[in-house]
């Protein structure tokens, strides 16, 4: 466990970062070993299926994860100012409202995953992997909601490093598990799935063994798990304006996803396979913001105002110089990158639209840096509400520059949406801060 009240604020956030930065990596390694083992032996169209379904499976669970993230805050901040009896509230609290929630969320995606992905327009050659995968995932989806919530509350306290540890082996389980089931048992995408449902299982055991053992160090003993009801309505209401941005945001994504589908397979296996690039290069900026929204929470339970700035001016030093070495790896190896997840000869036309996209996308860095600065200063201090409305303009920027550029530019304008989104979503913030507003936004 991790005080962040005392000493060094930026070598807290870095020793922080680092292990949570490993894990977002090995998170994201399993989608990437999943997108890179279904281009290579199960083809392009499988491909574009599995792919197809990530902005569908985010947004069902946007929900549970808001929820999880917005009980993280307020443990982070009961954390800080060391209050023990609020923080088991919140715990048991999580524990049924996510439950609820998964049960409804997992029998939407089984029993509607035809109607969303219609909707979507998934191509008629590719609806069938999206149908099977989908229905598998949600079948089994208590092990991913198990690791967010644990995870949220171990993060919260400081603990970075049992995440990592979850995420490394569920990396490895899937890895092995996705040869095994394509290769050896010739399973399909259905082994893609089953895989990724092992991985999730092993990953929530990790931390929910590792949250039993330490629950005496943070004060989660003798709970009472009848739910309190106005602890209840404080994780819904925090959690909520979390949970309505990633709504509104996945929806952004299923409406460019919509519009990427309308340009066919070549385009939506580019799109899946540039995705998996952008999703792992972007994880230090995400990885840095993480580690400052947990800092500012602790630090504003004892109102340390100027430790919080100290904290957000250098963090943004830092997040540029990340941001542009991370553009310089992207732009120089982007042909690459693309070739690890489609055959050169076959997919010669989807390797060069991906790689106009990592162009495009590489070089907005630095505008992602800036924003989750000062999105995760805002955060950790509790004003949800003002980070909800930075995620919806975000959203409306994403949605009317990827219609509008695309009737201009093509597939291309759906790729400078993004950075132009980014822009969009750095305004609410940066005037929120300065403003000094976001001090008075305490949730304990």
Known sequence: MKDMTVGNPM???IRFAIPMLIGNIFQQIYNVADTIIVGQYLGEEALAGVGSTGTLT???FAVVTGLCNGAGLVVAQCFGCKNEKQMGRVTVALVWVAGILTICVS????????????????PDNVISYSITYLRIIYSFAFGSVIYNGASAILRSVGDSKTPLRAV????????VFDLIFIIVCDMGVSGVAYATILSQCISALICMIKLIRVREKIGLIELNWLPDIDTVFLIIKTGFPAAFQSCMISLGGMSVQRLVNFFGASVMAAYVAANRVDSVAIQVIVSIGTALSVFTGQNIGKNQYERIKEALYKTLV???????????VVLLEREQLMRLFLDADSSAQAIEIGCTY???IGVAYVIAGIMQSYQNVIRGAGDVNTCMMAGLTELAGRIIFAYLLSGILGVTGIWIATPISWGCGCVIPVIRYYSGKWKHKKLV
Do not use: D, P, T
């Open 11 to 13: 070598k807290h956030i």
């Open 58 to 60: 985010f947004f069902l």
């Open 107 to 122: 029998l939407l995606g089984i029993f509607c995953s035809r109607f969303f992905l219609e909707f979507l327009s998934v």
């Open 168 to 175: 490394i082996g569920a990396s490895v389980v899937n890895v």
């Open 318 to 328: 830092v997040m540029v110089g990340a941001s542009i070495c991370i553009a310089l």
């Open 358 to 360: 990592l162009s495009i």
